[in-house]
């Protein structure tokens, strides 16, 4: 039986076994969970948290479709090891958080409710904002209304005003609309040169079988792609503020074997974000540039000025 509880609001919810997460290949942080997050109370939110609670720099980092704060596991070593905190939510319906199994639960509202009452949860200060894919479609919407965010670390991404990526995300999009059930370990490994199959097995952990995959099959389709569809609002309204009132630090990679959000899409972010630096190109890094994050995450650390810990 997939179904763990009925929520008041979302419906039926399935919660992936805790077993299902043990032992995974380079997995060595600890999970720590809200369960009464407000507009989401009593469904569980799962995010890592390491490094010192009083650290000067918080790295908040997002992940995207269909992974979860598994993709940050070469990166947060870096930053922990500058001295900086790093906190890495998965959003509701992937990774460790409860999944509502009702495919209309999700909405763009319901991901960016849950990142702003996460942060505000979280108290999070002088946050350097780490985004790729949805992190960047969901977390590039906030920094306008949370001055506490001045540092971005963006990698293949958008933001979402009203028009399609291109016509490698019209494939993506109706390739996940035709396959409800998708292999994620699978499709992580054929876009991911340097997975291995233990690493495409730990991604598969979230989902041991269909009735937990609506949170994967919905993200596509919730990109704002139209200009009638939820989030332009607030994607024209960050891209404007990027523009013309970002005073923050930038810096960014581009994954370049990327076919959907690569060096064309992430060019043309760079050009609207106020004083983005020359991107740092990873040749034969794919969507999922994470996984090639060691190097991103020290030059970042380094563009910032944090200092390295020995």
């Not at 291109?166 to 994620?184: E, H, L, Q, T």
């Not at 990027?242 to 076919?259: C, K, V």
């Amino acid at each position: 039986m997939s179904v763990s509880y009925n929520h008041p609001r979302f419906g039926p919810v399935a919660r992936t076994p805790d077993e299902r997460f043990a032992s995974l290949s380079g997995w060595t942080f600890a999970p720590h969970y809200i369960e009464d997050l407000p507009g989401f109370e009593g469904m569980r939110l799962h995010y890592v948290d390491e490094g010192p609670r009083d650290a000067e720099v918080t790295f908040l980092c997002l992940h995207g479709e269909p992974s979860w704060s598994y993709l940050y596991r070469k990166m947060a070593p870096v930053f922990t090891g500058a001295g900086c905190r790093v906190v890495a939510p998965d959003w509701f319906g992937f990774g460790r958080s409860d999944k509502p199994i009702t495919d209309e639960v999700y909405t763009f509202g319901f991901h960016r409710a849950t990142l702003t009452a996460f942060f505000d949860r979280m108290a999070l200060k002088n946050v350097c904002l780490v985004v790729q894919d949805w992190g960047g479609l969901l977390g590039l919407t906030i920094p306008k209304d949370y001055p506490q965010i001045t540092r971005l670390l963006i990698m293949n991404t958008g933001i979402g005003t009203g028009a399609s990526p291109g016509p490698g995300f019209n494939a993506w999009k109706a390739y996940a609309a035709a396959n409800p059930d998708m292999d994620v370990g699978a499709l992580m490994k054929r876009g991911t040169s340097v997975l291995t199959d233990a690493e495409k097995d730990a991604y598969n952990a979230p989902f041991p079988d269909i009735t937990y995959k609506a949170g994967v099959r919905r993200f596509p389709q919730l990109v704002p792609v139209e200009p009638s569809m939820e989030g332009v609002d607030h994607g024209l309204a960050s891209a404007k503020f990027f523009s013309e009132a970002w005073a923050g630090q930038s810096f960014m990679a581009i994954g370049q074997a990327d076919p959907v959000l690569g060096e064309p899409v992430m060019r043309a972010l760079q050009a609207i974000i106020r004083n983005c630096p020359e991107p740092m190109l990873i040749p034969d890094g794919g969507h999922f540039v994470q996984e090639w994050g060691e190097p991103i995450a020290r030059a970042a650390v380094q563009a910032f000025g944090l200092g390295q810990k020995n």
